[in-house]
């Protein structure tokens, strides 16, 4: 972190609102132009700006300590060895795991659903069985439980959404079973931004023994989560949305769960011992981690655990629920915009469609204007079914981003009810 603002910040020197400008400046995307426009990045959901201290980690790891982690006896391995791991043990006391050896390193929230519904949820499926599910997932939270339910002859079953875009939680309650075998939501919706009780999601599914696994992808970058606290029996995460590099994310993972999963992929590094007969497999997580992982990226992740936690989750919280506050007004006021997802808790993402233009023509319209924001399904298809529209446009913030920056996505807006009418 380059800059005393965010220390004074921290220490309630100055309002989190000002350390804002200050924190823009660690990150160089910031300071880009398109179209001859400053940049106005309001696609976090999709993927966050990094800073400068998570891209140089990243490079100086290239520079000074590039080598094969967990395989060398060499000055360099022994280095990366000890990067790597440190990254491991910052991104387990991010979410307070219980042990580093709890969190497994994945390519990413999909790696991670897909890893725990092959390797944990297919071997306790029987024909009949259930896996229950919410109308907001995302596809990544869908599909994987999809195919291991083909595959088993089980069933997925879904709890539905309310008018506002939060699950049922009666419906929720009552789907969940002595046939249900495993449960997995979304902490945070990145369609609709609702923030689930998840808190309550895994208490009525632990009453009855069942395993609930967290996609947190949209809830890590915005407020504090403590899997301890939760309780919850898997929890997963992408490293780009939390301002790190891309390729590189975590499952955190119960250990007497994860010490009890079979392989979920072969090759060097998972084993014990190896021969044509009989393989024996190392513990977790290195069982869960086949052939070389991302170490760079791995490392940039640890260097955004230190970022977030230098600022503090509690005041990013703050701050965006108060930009949210802002640009849920602001757009509100805009005539013909129709908010989707209006749930009791929310977190910084708003989507919208206005009049009937074409989500993409208003992505368009806005990119010229240099405000970035995303349109279509999401990877939310369902989502968009419940409310009946094919795509929405999104606009999803993150600490750095400003009222001016609201400001400017809604003189966009007029702009395209300019163009367009209405
Ligand atoms: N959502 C979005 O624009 P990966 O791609 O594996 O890092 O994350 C997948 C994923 C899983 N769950 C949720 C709730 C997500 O939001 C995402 C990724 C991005 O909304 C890209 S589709």
Request: glycine content about 8%; some cysteine; proline content about 4%.
């Amino acid at each position: 972190m380059t800059t005393d603002a965010v220390a004074d910040a921290q220490i309630g020197r100055l309002p989190v609102a000002l350390a804002v400008e200050e924190i823009r400046r660690d990150f160089p995307a910031m300071e880009l132009k398109v179209y001859g426009k400053p940049l106005a990045y309001l696609d976090n959901a999709a993927t966050s700006q990094k800073p400068r201290s998570v891209i140089d980690a990243e490079a100086h790891w290239y520079l000074e300590s590039c080598a094969n982690v967990h395989r060398g006896v060499h000055a360099l391995s022994v280095r990366a060895t000890a990067a790597y791991e440190s990254a491991r043990q910052k991104v387990a006391s991010f979410v307070n795991a219980a042990s580093a050896r709890e969190i497994v390193f994945v390519k990413g929230t999909t790696d991670a659903v897909n890893l725990v519904a092959g390797s944990f949820a297919r071997g306790r499926l029987d024909p009949g069985d259930e896996i229950v599910i919410t109308g907001l997932e995302h596809h990544s939270n869908i599909v994987p439980w999809q195919l291991v339910c083909e595959d088993r002859g089980a069933k997925l079953r879904v709890a539905r959404l309310d008018d506002r875009g939060d699950v049922d939680m009666e419906e929720f309650a009552r789907l969940l079973s002595e046939r249900t075998k495993m449960v997995a939501v979304s902490h945070v919706s990145n369609a609709l931004g609702t923030i689930n009780p998840v808190e309550r999601m895994i208490e009525l599914a632990h009453e009855r023994d069942i395993p609930i696994l967290i996609d947190g992808a949209q809830a890590v970058p915005h407020k504090k989560v403590d899997v301890q606290a939760l309780g919850c029996d898997f929890y997963a995460f992408s490293s780009h949305k939390m301002f790190g590099p891309t390729g590189v994310g975590a499952l955190y993972g119960r250990h007497d769960l994860l010490a009890a999963m079979p392989p979920y992929q072969g090759g060097g590094e998972m084993i014990r011992t190896v021969s044509f007969e009989r393989t024996e497999y190392a513990e977790p997580p290195a069982r869960f981690e086949a052939g070389t992982p991302n170490i760079a990226g791995a490392v940039g992740f640890g260097a955004a655990v230190d970022y977030l936690e230098r600022i503090g989750l509690d005041r990013i919280e703050a701050y965006e629920d108060e930009l949210l506050a802002y640009a849920t007004a602001e757009l509100e006021a805009v005539p013909g915009v129709r908010l989707i997802g209006t749930a009791r808790r929310k977190a910084a993402v708003l989507s919208f469609v206005i009049g009937d233009v074409h989500a993409h023509d208003v992505g368009t319209i806005l990119d010229q204007e240099g405000v970035a924001i995303r349109t279509g399904h999401h990877c939310a298809q369902p989502v968009m079914q419940h409310f009946g529209v094919p795509a929405t446009s999104r606009a999803s913030l993150a600490f750095y981003n400003t009222r001016e920056e609201v400001d400017r996505l809604v003189v966009g807006l007029d702009k395209i009810r300019e163009v367009f009418g209405g």
